[in-house]
């Protein structure tokens, strides 16, 4: 299947700036940057947007394995490799990703627990990640964008 237009990103003047800057401010206000990875790949999951993380990452001598927690998110629930804090973003991630198919899609429990693990800046980095993902996976899934490697 081939793209149906190059990516609105790069067709709207000024558009891609503006979203890369955003994702480097979340990147610098105190979530890790897995936790902001997991979420990445957990809602292009949940929106069927597949990004293909593989086993190794780096080039060349600098290659290193892949994070056991990124390779598994799709089973997040159940593999014991995720924190307790991984798992409160991961649960937020998903209900904040499909808010049309539940009647409460992130209920009280979810939010509390991520509340316990993030204070209010954390939870605004969260939400705002979750936003930013759901956002490109919109443009990149209607507009048939080529699926992206994990980089």
């Given amino acids: 299947m081939s ?28 979530v890790p940057q897995l936790t902001l990875d997991l979420i990445r790949l957990r809602v292009s999951q949940v929106n069927g947007r597949p990004i293909h993380v593989p086993a190794h990452l780096g080039e060349g001598d600098a290659r290193k394995p892949t994070d056991e927690r990124l390779l598994r998110v799709a089973e ?4 014991p490799c995720y924190s307790d804090a991984e798992r409160a973003a991961l649960a937020l991630a998903g209900g904040a990703s499909r808010l049309s198919e539940e009647g409460d899609p992130v209920p009280d429990d979810v939010w509390e627990e991520a ?12 939400m705002m990640q979750i936003g930013l993902v759901n956002l490109w996976n919109c443009v990149n899934v ?10």
């Fill in 3 to 30: 793209a149906r237009m190059t990516n609105p990103s790069l067709v709207v003047p000024g558009a891609l700036q503006p979203l890369l800057d955003l994702t480097k401010v979340l990147s610098t206000n105190g």
């Fill in 76 to 79: 997040w629930r159940h593999a």
């Fill in 115 to 126: 509340a316990r693990h993030y204070d209010e800046r954390g939870l605004g980095v969260l």
């Fill in 142 to 151: 209607t507009t048939r964008q080529v699926p992206a490697d994990y980089s």
